[in-house]
């Protein structure tokens, strides 16, 4: 599976943003699919996750309520809605593709396949 993200930017703080990642080369709809972000100097972090019909979904505490992650299987491609943004949301930001799609896991190790990354960057 081959994962693109894509839609970050520079965007002052309190605005939005919306990442979206393209699948190809796998099926796509049997993943669960999950947002990670790595800010400069810490571990790369668990943000959201989505199991693979959409229904059950999970968030890190920092972005719930802000953030929404949401998935089309006909087009192939996850979202991560950003609203609210704050300035310690600034990072690279990955989606990842896990192979037992009914949990949308938080560990990084549950994810077999990632894409390149897309920088956030909220300025205050």
């Known amino acids: 599976v081959q994962l693109q993200a894509y839609g970050g930017g520079l965007v002052q703080a309190g605005g939005y943003l919306r990442l979206s990642c393209a699948a190809s080369?796998?099926?796509?709809?049997?993943?669960?699919m999950g947002w990670f972000r790595q800010a400069p100097g810490k571990e790369r972090e668990f943000v959201a996750a989505?199991?693979?019909?959409?229904?059950?979904?999970n968030y890190a505490d920092s972005v719930k309520g802000r953030f929404t992650i949401s998935r089309d299987n006909a087009k192939n491609t996850v979202y991560l809605q950003m609203n609210s943004l704050k300035p310690e949301d600034t990072a690279v930001y990955y989606c990842a593709a896990r192979p037992r799609g009914l949990v949308p896991g938080r560990q990084k190790v549950e994810y077999a396949y990632w894409g390149q990354g897309t920088q956030v960057t909220v300025s205050s």
């Open positions: 080369g796998g099926t796509f709809s049997s993943y669960a």
């Open positions: 989505t199991s693979w019909s959409g229904v059950n979904t």
